[in-house]
């Protein structure tokens, strides 16, 4: 695990395997660059895995969802706290911070959702559930 | 006097918080149910009813009528409801 890039951390969030940022390792803090969520690295079975400090805190998903709005250059509008009020909803209900509009609980729904990351902002202005905007 | 209108929800949906306030506001009567909380057999009842409706399962849905409202739009929650 010498090379440049070899070594990858697993996101618990959107399952991406993101590279290692650099000065990097074992117990620090990094940022997914894919959903926004903080973790701590842990060594795991294969290759290092982030955890969730926060898990399922208030917190945790409004770092998330700020980290992920900076990143992708997204903004927010009035709808803002409402929509985080859901997402708690959604955590104390169903066990996570799901889309707070859409029925369904399954990981692809975990906020920012997958077809959020996949372009959905870009193409349509904003995500499903009218949090994430297009600037 | 149209039928007694009904709503479907999400319990923890925004938009449908601001459709059932937008009714509450107005004082009118609406049966509401949150999908999201019924057990599973009266939940795929609810969304079959849904998909036929609306094509999707997309909330809240608002009937009046024989209107259907999907989303939270309250200008033609004011034309349905003649307010």
């Known amino acids: 695990m010498n090379g440049p890039g070899a070594e990858r951390v697993h996101c618990p969030v959107c399952q991406a395997r993101f590279r290692m940022p650099g000065g990097k390792g074992i117990g620090d803090k990094v940022i997914c660059p894919i959903c926004g969520q903080s973790l701590v690295v842990r060594p795991g079975q294969d290759g290092p895995v982030g955890e969730r400090p926060d898990l399922g805190t208030e917190a945790e998903i409004r770092e998330r969802v700020d980290e992920y709005a900076r990143i992708k250059g997204y903004s927010f509008n009035e709808m803002k706290e409402e929509v985080i009020q859901g997402l708690l909803g959604k955590r104390r209900r169903f066990g996570d911070f799901y889309c707070p509009c859409r029925m369904h609980h399954v990981p692809e729904y975990q906020c920012p959702c997958k077809p959020t990351r996949g372009g959905d902002v870009d193409r349509d202005g904003k995500c499903y559930c009218g949090f994430f905007w297009k600037k | ?83």
């Open chain 2, 1 to 83: 006097m149209v039928d007694k209108i009904k709503v479907y929800a999400l319990s923890t949906c925004p938009y449908c918080k601001r459709t059932r306030k937008f009714l509450d506001d107005h004082k009118v009567a609406y049966d509401c149910v949150e999908v999201d909380m019924l057990d599973d057999d009266a939940q795929d009842k609810a969304l079959e009813e849904i998909e036929k409706l609306t094509g999707r399962q997309s909330f809240p849905v608002v009937i009046i009528g024989d209107e259907v409202i999907v989303g939270h739009d309250e200008d033609r929650l004011r034309g349905a409801l003649k307010l």
